[in-house]
């Protein structure tokens, strides 16, 4: 098994941005050491929408993609973010 496609995440370096005026957190997985304009992460955004006295949690890995590790932590609002 190749160790980029490891699916335990503890080993993994993490980086969370939370904008608490959109609503938005982007959280992104790459292995220590990795520079944030390397194309070396996988990066989920999760959404947060809330209606009355109800929340709406949304999780999406960018371009549906939680293993390739092909990603720039640099460049994650630019990747789509839509359930397929």
Do not use: C
Request: no cysteine; net charge negative.
């Amino acid at each position: 098994m190749s160790l980029r496609s490891v699916r335990d995440y503890s080993v993994l370096h993490s980086i969370v941005e939370e904008n608490t005026s959109t609503q938005i957190t982007y959280i992104g997985y790459s292995y220590p050491g990795d520079k944030k304009t390397d194309p070396k992460w996988i990066i989920k955004k999760v959404s947060e929408t809330t209606v009355g006295d109800i929340v709406t949690t949304e999780s999406i890995w960018a371009d549906n993609d939680n293993s390739s590790f092909k990603k720039k932590w640099s460049e994650r609002a630019s990747y789509s973010y839509e359930i397929e």
